[in-house]
């Protein structure tokens, strides 16, 4: 199995940011830098194309990463998509769902705690970009399910979890 540090081809670690360009860049991935300490940049999931964003914030220590999987929740489905997020988030060890109240846009939060020196070692930068498209993937299907196939939350998570389970 290939890892970060094959693609980049060194083990040292870097900032943050400096960081995720590499292994965008490794990964073919197109991005751009939003800022000195922000980047943009877009991963081919299972289901679709995810917008990825990572912010550092120096003064904490802390790399915030945000997946969007360009889902929109209509006026009319929001109850259902909040008590799906519940749902969801109950099943995650790391990062969560959220959706942002400008534009009802669903995304994947998770925040990284680094060290006092503030680098972002390869194996961190690849299992946490890895692990926001994972749960990504894993999750898509509940939301469609209730936006396009009028599941109840409970029903489209059951549906979910047993397509999953049956891709292996």
């Known amino acids: 199995m290939r890892t970060v540090q094959d693609d980049i081809g ?5 900032a943050p940011v400096d960081m995720l360009a590499s292994l965008f860049d490794a ?5 751009e830098f939003v800022s000195e300490d922000e980047i943009s940049g877009e991963v081919q999931g ?10 550092w914030r120096r003064e904490d220590h802390v790399l915030q990463m945000l997946c969007l999987p360009d889902i929109r929740m209509p006026e ?3 109850a259902a998509m909040y008590e799906a997020l519940a749902l969801v988030n109950e099943q995650l060890w790391i990062g969560h769902f959220d ?6 846009v669903l995304l994947y939060r998770h925040g990284l705690m680094l060290g006092d020196d503030g680098l972002l070692s390869p194996s961190q930068a690849q299992t946490a970009v890895e692990a926001a498209i994972e749960e990504c993937d894993r999750f898509y299907p509940v939301f469609q399910f209730i936006l ?3 599941k109840s ?9 047993v397509d999953a389970a049956g891709e292996a």
């Open 99 to 104: 959706v942002w109240s400008n534009g009802g």
């Open 148 to 150: 396009w196939g009028d």
């Open 10 to 14: 060194r083990d040292d670690d870097a």
């Open 76 to 78: 009319d489905k929001r």
């Open 27 to 31: 990964r073919g991935w197109p991005f």
């Open 46 to 55: 299972s289901w679709a194309n995810y917008q990825f964003q990572a912010i």
């Open 153 to 161: 939350p409970a029903e489209a998570l059951a549906a979910a979890m």
